[in-house]
């Protein structure tokens, strides 16, 4: 597969995770979610979730398996997050290195196409969920108070690069 397709996601959001409506992952026939932790889950250079999200997450928790995936290699603060909704998760995952996704995809034990993948980083949480052929949703970065953050000048670089090398979607 080439680069630009890899790099396109399959939804690309203007909210954050908080705002994306279950009901559209539900009628894909996507039944779990593979979830980036920060900026995805956490505001940058925090550890508690803001509420908005903690209530997306459970009622997400209700029709959907869940796994945290973060390359974050802190147990302590991702293991916090999981343990606090009794999630399995995964840390210094490695993305865009399938290797870690693959293993969480095997204790799914669902097709690809059943899952999806949700972050905020182009190069890491869609790339390899593309390249494992997941259903791939780009998400605005979460700011502290559970609104889209302000300043995503990593996201726009990303989304720049992506489109020099062709990647094209509507935003």
């Known amino acids: ?17 908080a705002q994306m409506p279950l009901q559209d992952l539900l009628d894909r026939g996507i039944r779990a979610l593979v979830l980036d932790v920060d900026r995805t889950l956490l505001p940058r250079r925090q550890s508690e979730m803001p509420q908005v999200m903690e209530s997306w997450l459970r009622q997400a928790k209700d029709n959907l398996r869940l796994h945290l995936f973060s390359n974050n290699p802190s147990r302590r603060r991702i293991g916090a997050v999981a343990q606090r909704l009794d ?11 399938r290797s870690a996704l693959r293993r969480v995809l095997a204790d799914l034990a669902l097709p690809p196409e059943q899952v999806a993948l949700a972050g905020d980083r182009l190069f890491t ?11 791939t949703v780009l998400v605005k970065p979460l700011g502290p108070e559970g609104q ?8 726009r670089l ?7 090398v062709g990647t094209e979607w509507s935003r």
């Open 1 to 17: 597969m080439k680069l630009q397709h890899l790099l396109r996601p399959d939804w690309v959001l203007t909210t954050t995770l």
């Open 87 to 97: 999630l399995p998760y995964t840390t210094s995952a490695g993305k865009p290195r």
């Open 125 to 135: 949480d869609v790339l390899v969920g593309n390249r494992l052929g997941l259903f």
């Open 148 to 155: 889209p953050c302000p300043e995503d000048r990593l996201q």
């Open 158 to 164: 990303e989304v720049s690069l992506a489109r020099m």
